[in-house]
C-alpha cells in the first residue's frame, strides 16, 4: 500500500486498468439483475438520478471547481459515452439481443477508435494494430458459444451498432476536446446532460408513468440500481477519465476487449454458465491483444 501511496509510475499503468476492467465487466450481469424489473430508459433515469443525488451535495460541500470553459464538451462527451452507450445497451438486451452478441458487437470500439485515431492526432503502430485483431479474435472466441440468432431483432443489432458508436465518438471526443477536468464536477455534468436526454426518451418511449409503475422494487433490483449508481456510475466511470487522461484513446478502447472475459467468469462464478475451452484460448488470446496495443 505504502509504494502505491508514493505514487510508483510502474504500478498505476497497471492497477487502474485492471480495476477498472474488474468494475465495468459487471455492467452485463447488473443488467441480468435489474432489467426483468424495469424497463430501461426508467432504469437509467433511475441510476442517473441517483448519481446526481449522491455527487452533487458533495460537489457543492466540498467546493469543487466547476470546469469553466469546457461545460459545453464534458456534456457532449457524457450524452455519447453515458446515454447513448448505455441506452442502446439496455434497449437492446430488453429486446432480446443475446449479451454474446452484444458483447462481440460492441467488442468492435477498439478497431473503430484506432481506425479514427488520427482525426485527433494519435498514430497506431503496426504492433498495436496486430494486437488489435488479437484482442477482437479473443472476443470472439469467449462469447462464441452464446451467439445464436434465434429471435434476433434488426432493431435490437441497430441499437447495439449506435451504443458501439457512441462510446467510440465519445472516448474520441473527450480525449480531443477534454481530457482533463475535476472529476467530481465533470461527472455532475455529464449525468446532468445525461438526464435530461433520456428524461423526454422515458416520457415518450415508456410512458414514464407507466414505466416508473412497473418498477417491481425486489431486492434484486435495488441491488442492481445501488450497484450500476455507486460501482458503474460514479467508480468505473472516475477510473475511465482517468485512463482517457493519461493514455491514447487506442489504449483505453484496447481495455474493453477484457470485459467479456472477465464477464464470461463472472457469470461462471455466479450463475454457472458454461466455460468452454475455446472460452479460455480466447481469454488468453485477449490479454495478448491488449499488452501488445498499451505496452510502451
Known sequence: MSTIRAGNPQLLPLVL???????????FIVAK?????APPLTFLLLRFLCVLLILLPCVLLLKAPWPAGKMGHIAVAGLLLQAGYLSGIWCAI??????????????????????????????????????????????ALVVQAKIHLVGLRID???LCVFALLSITAGTLYQKRHCPAFDLRTGTVVQFAASTLLVLPLAVWLED?????????????????LLWSVLVLSIGAIFLLFALIRRNDATQVSSVMYLTPPTTALMAWLMFGEALTI???????????????????
Not at 208 to 224: C, K
Open 278 to 296: 475455446w472460452g479460455i484460448v480466447g481469454m488468453a488470446v485477449a490479454v495478448v491483444g491488449v499488452i501488445f496495443v498499451v505496452k510502451k
Open 156 to 158: 435490437s443489432v441497430l
Open 33 to 37: 439483475f435489474g432489467l426483468p424489473y
Open 17 to 27: 486498468p485492471g480495476f477498472f476492467v474488474l468494475l465495468w465487466s459487471t455492467g
Open 208 to 224: 414514464l408513468d407507466v414505466g416508473l409503475s412497473a418498477v417491481q422494487w425486489t431486492a434484486n433490483f435495488v441491488g442492481a
Open 94 to 139: 430488453k429486446l432480446g439481443m443475446p449479451a454474446g452478441l452484444s458483447a462481440l458487437i460492441v467488442g468492435m470500439q477498439p478497431i473503430l477508435t484506432a481506425c479514427a485515431a488520427p482525426l485527433i492526432g494519435e498514430s497506431v503502430r503496426p504492433r498495436q494494430w496486430l494486437g488489435l485483431l488479437f484482442g477482437l479474435l479473443g472476443v
